[in-house]
């Protein structure tokens, strides 16, 4: 079994729309089929008794070792407790290779489940050991390593559950919500709207309680200290019993209170240094401790913190009491879980100590012994819900605290006897003011109920009816992609709103460029979405980025699809034919916002693989061709459905009775109406722009000012008046381009007409040909030339297939072959006569477009 090829799919793709793994499998032999193999599917069982069916009931189909690896990966992620579902494996038009394709939440667990379920299989085959023990221990120790806390994933929860999109943006707690203008940010529980200024206050515990006296809040006495000394003197002029803790900590590290006795100081000191260097003793304060959690200016949930402690049967020592409760599935170490498992540490020993007993201690039975006096759940705590007993006079002083530090998300900590009644009454106070306040006692307490605190965290972020979107429109197609999303860019940016655009030219913000080269994919999709200056989005998809990575978002509001046809890399990656492809592009088409969010598919009705999409759209369908006589055309009206059509000198939109005209004459790029495909994707625009809302005026004025010169669509049928004759610049490179190409310039006068074309080495021997077979029929001349790069193909092996393509040319009488692009555009310009046309089919589209351009101007 071989794996030649790993791909991860990080948003929805051709298989589903969850993040998966893409590998290509190779079998051979009896690898083909389990059955083949004696004792396989019996050893691969005993080394791992979960592993699922290998396929449904009542398929007799041979499964190969392909399948196995798919339903072991899978059944790997399960076991270590990742939530997926979907898997697939599907054979290639190669005989013995295979696509397998695996959910994963997290992409390092799924890398490593893939790993794992080769060397499970390599295992079985081979009939040695395979210890699924430590494999399963090892992935969800790798889940918990890397998924997100319970703190930013109870946040995130509520966002995915309000339709809010979320990118994590880095391996720790930094997520970003929303795209464009309207995204937001935390890190764990705190929000890009907080100042530094308020969380270093709510670190520095001294300053933290200077401003709540100075607010009449009633808090402990204390101050910093330098040494054991000077602390155990702090102690002593405070009043025992005391605290002692870092003055800028957090989660309970290196707190410990009631400290009674100079060692138990020393200790509890110590304790402190490991985590910071600036220690404070503070007097302690009896009573429970509450911790109230507050978002904006309301409180939100609040809960008791008992220490950790155990209760003695008579039988078992303290250090096994302790490993008992351990063993709760609730308890883990870090944050994963819901409780923190209880350990026995200095500070635990020396309040063991106070209370007369060791670790290896058996307590009386029925005796309480506490292990520490804290009773922050990262130390072992529990935590018991109280939000509905909390007195308005309790939460008022909460929510004051928060305001005073300046904190939008603030975890106050009280202790008082009782949350019952006003702080005053009972001489309770607060102890603590905390940034980024750990959520899981609120979300998943260890008694009582839990808190809709991540619902609280996303309504302060977003108000009601906001999800964090902007517009955005994703085009695909053959050909046309590039000059429809300019366009519909265009359009948007007329409405007044700041645009964000990738293409095969660059990256765009406001129309600035800010990346160049092929940005098509979802890597430079994703960097628009983070930008902070855009109000709607508009990417061309292509093909490539699909099949690498998925898409860049998790719906859009727009897909424009523009056609299908003979396009571009054919034959690669096991996609064979225009059907193949279309089952590639209908991607956006499916994931389409549902029509409850205003999601619109604007699809090409001339087109019949474009057609048949219309049943995997969630949202409504806007229908485009030339021929408003099209059945589909008529039908989709007839039922109240959008339609964008052309009726002698304009093209129309339509929806019911109401319809709105624009003249070809005032779409410039159209040329009145004489480029075909021009007015296709001004059809295309419309539609868009329709779906977004944008008004007629805008959508109007839009077209007219859109220019199809080379700053407004380069490379996209770019028109020179050069000494008299037509000089025409365009980046076709496949079949059906260049027959568009060919019909646009057959619509145009010219005594003689020439084209200078080289083609693409990766494409197939038979689309390299059918260019020239097509220009064979219009052109007078052929100058051929050779592309910079070869992609593959040896030196003049491009330029003989294109002479093939010229044999029996029903028009061509002369065909050149030039070395180089720059030297065939001299060549050819040299020769153009008052009145002829030339074609230039550019591969260095600013080089060669900035070349012509300079020609032009020195004439």
């Known amino acids: 079994m071989d794996v030649s090829r790993v791909r991860f799919l990080r948003g929805p793709n051709l298989w589903s729309r969850h993040a998966s793994i893409e590998a290509v499998i190779g079998c051979s032999g009896n690898e083909l089929s389990i059955d083949l193999i004696p004792g396989f599917e019996s050893r691969i069982r005993a080394r791992f008794p979960e592993l699922g069916q290998l396929q449904p009931k009542g398929h007799l189909d041979p499964m190969s070792l392909a399948h196995v690896l798919e339903a072991a990966t899978l059944g790997l992620q399960i076991q270590a407790g990742c939530p997926v579902t979907f898997s697939r494996t599907q054979a290639t038009v190669d005989s013995g290779t295979f696509q397998v394709v695996i959910e994963y939440t997290e992409e390092s667990v799924g890398r490593m489940a893939f790993e794992m379920a080769q060397t499970l299989v390599k295992s079985a085959l081979e009939d040695t050991s395979f210890d699924l023990t430590t494999v399963v221990g090892k992935l969800r120790e790798q889940d918990e390593d890397v998924r997100l806390g319970p703190s930013t994933g109870a946040i995130v929860q509520a966002a995915v559950s309000r339709g809010i999109p979320y990118r994590r943006l880095t391996e720790g707690s930094l997520v970003q919500f929303g795209w464009g203008s309207k995204q937001r940010r935390i890190q764990a529980a705190e929000v890009d709207s907080t100042s530094a200024i308020a969380e270093s206050i709510a670190q520095d515990k001294q300053l933290t309680k200077r401003l709540l006296k100075a607010a009449g809040a009633s808090v402990p006495t204390g101050r910093p200290v330098k040494d054991v000394d000077d602390a155990w003197a702090a102690a002593l002029e405070i009043g025992l ?12 590290k290196g707190v410990t209170v009631n400290i009674v006795t100079r060692d138990h100081l020393e200790i509890a000191f110590n304790a402190a240094k490991e985590f910071r260097d600036n220690i404070m003793v503070e007097s302690y304060m009896p009573g429970h401790d509450f911790r109230m959690l507050v978002v904006g200016d309301k409180l939100i949930a609040a809960a008791r913190r008992d220490s950790p402690f155990v209760v003695g049967d008579g039988e078992h020592t303290i250090i096994e009491l302790v490993n008992q409760i351990n063993t709760d599935p609730r308890r883990g170490d870090g944050h994963a879980t819901p409780l923190t498992r209880i350990r026995i540490d200095e500070i635990a020993i020396a309040r063991l100590a106070i209370q007369g007993f060791t670790p ?26 109280v939000t509905d007993d909390v007195h308005p006079d309790v939460a008022a002083s909460a929510i004051a605290a928060a305001q005073m530090i300046g904190l939008d998300i603030c975890g ?6 009782t949350v019952l009644k006003p702080l005053e009454e009972q001489g309770g106070g607060i102890v603590e003011v905390n940034a980024a306040p750990g959520l899981r006692m609120h979300t998943a307490p260890s008694y009582g109920k839990g808190r809709a605190v991540g619902e609280a965290v996303i309504a302060q972020l977003y108000p009601d009816g906001c999800d964090g979107r902007i517009p955005v429109v ?10 429809t999303v300019r366009l519909i860019s265009h359009l948007i940016a007329a ?17 600035k460029r800010i990346d ?38 998790d719906r859009c509001q727009v897909a424009v699809v523009t056609n299908i046809g003979l396009g571009d890399h054919l034959g690669l990656n096991y996609i064979t034919s225009v059907a193949d492809l279309a089952v590639l592009k209908r991607v956006i088409v499916q994931n389409v916002a549902p029509k409850t969010a205003g999601g619109m598919a604007v699809l090409n009705a001339a087109d019949p693989l474009v057609l048949r999409m219309v049943g995997e759209c969630r949202g409504d369908i806007t229908l485009f061709a030339a021929d408003q006589q099209l059945p589909a055309i008529t039908a989709h009206r007839a039922r109240g459905n959008r339609v964008v059509y052309m009726s002698g000198d304009a093209i129309i939109a339509a929806q019911g009775k109401e319809t709105y005209s624009i003249l070809l004459t005032d779409i410039p790029i159209t040329r009145g109406g004489t480029i075909s495909f021009q007015v296709e994707n001004a059809m295309a625009s419309i539609g868009a722009a329709w779906a977004l809302n944008l008004s007629w005026d805008v959508i109007r004025t839009g077209l007219r000012s859109f220019n199809n010169d080379p700053d407004s669509a380069p490379g996209r049928f770019n028109v020179f008046d050069y000494r008299g004759a037509t000089l025409i610049a365009d980046y076709g490179h496949n079949p059906d381009a260049i027959a568009a190409l060919t019909k646009a310039v057959q619509a145009m006068p010219a005594k003689r007409r020439m084209v200078v074309i080289s083609a693409a080495g990766d494409r197939r021997d038979e689309d390299i040909r059918q260019q020239t077979e097509i220009l064979g029929t219009a052109f007078d001349d052929v100058l051929l030339y050779q592309d910079a790069c070869q992609r593959g193909r040896a030196d003049g092996e491009v330029l003989g297939l294109l002479r093939q393509g010229l ?18 555009i001299d060549t050819a310009l040299a020769r153009l006569q008052a009145g002829d046309l030339c074609l230039i089919l550019v591969d260095q589209v600013e080089e060669a477009l900035a070349y012509i351009a300079g020609k032009v101007a020195a004439t």
């Open 241 to 252: 019993p005391v605290v002692v803790k870092p003055q800028d900590g957090n989660q309970g």
């Open 360 to 385: 290896s201690s058996i307590p009386p039975k029925g005796q309480r012994v506490v292990l520490r006096n804290n009773a922050n759940l990262s130390t072992g705590g529990t935590a018991t819900d």
């Open 412 to 417: 106050v900590d009280i202790v008082c006897d």
């Open 474 to 483: 994703a085009v695909t197609g053959t050909n046309g992609k590039t000059t």
């Open 495 to 511: 409405s007044g709103l700041r645009v964000g655009m990738t293409n095969t030219d660059g990256v765009y913000i406001q129309g």
């Open 516 to 553: 160049t080269g092929d940005c098509s994919g979802p890597k430079s999709a994703r960097n628009v979405l983070m930008h902070p200056d855009v109000d709607a989005a508009v990417f061309e998809t292509a093909r490539g980025g699909m099949l690498r990575e998925g898409l860049a978002f």
């Open 807 to 824: 044999v029996g040319a029903t028009r061509t009488s002369h065909v050149e072959e030039i070395h180089g692009e720059f030297v065939a």
